[in-house]
């Protein structure tokens, strides 16, 4: 999983530290993630741009770290929240009723709102009581989870006593 979404980060932004670890958790632990970031396999594809938090209805929601409140509203009949953060960096909550505006500043951890589970629902697959929390980078998503949490690096381990032509082929499928 962590390979994937590491190649949707810049590599410098990355080693940079811009996008490690660097938010908390939008409501109080345990944080059950039921649905996973899916990257969109195009600019308007289908993927599933951030992760789904299990939570009851009436949750508090609280900013993911500092910035300023971008939208507070509804998109398709939910509730969003949008704040910009620094380094180029925006979340996104739903469904949630805000309980700030736009244009507000906010510090890590204050609560923005609570979960209110949308009255129309358009996928199935949404229909679950969570928080939506996606990220963008430079205006590309990303998963949530490389701001939240620390990401291993790649480790590659030896396979038996080391790969082989016929070894790689064994196991190549068409």
């Not at 980060?9 to 996008?19: H, P």
């Not at 949630?96 to 923005?112: F, K, M, Y």
């Not at 205006?139 to 690096?153: I, K």
């Amino acid at each position: 999983m962590s390979v994937g979404v590491v190649s949707l980060i810049q590599s410098d932004a990355a080693r940079a530290g811009v996008l490690s670890n660097s938010w908390r958790w939008p409501v109080d632990a345990p944080h059950p993630v039921i649905r996973e970031f899916r990257a969109p396999t195009s600019e308007y594809g289908r993927g599933h741009r951030g992760i789904d938090i299990a939570v009851a209805d009436g949750t508090p929601v609280r900013s993911p770290a500092e910035g300023h409140v971008l939208f507070v509203g509804e998109v398709a009949g939910r509730g969003v929240i949008t704040i910009e953060h620094e380094n180029d960096v925006v979340s996104t909550l739903e469904p949630v009723r805000g309980t700030v505006a736009p244009g507000d500043r906010v510090a890590a951890g204050d609560i923005v709102g609570v979960v209110v589970e949308p009255e129309i629902v358009w996928d199935s697959s949404h229909v679950c009581s969570c928080v939506h929390l996606g990220a963008r980078y430079a205006g590309e998503y990303v998963s949530p989870r490389v701001l939240l949490e620390r990401m291993p690096g790649a480790v590659l381990k030896p396979w038996g006593d080391g790969p082989t032509l016929a070894g790689a082929l064994a196991h190549t499928t068409l």
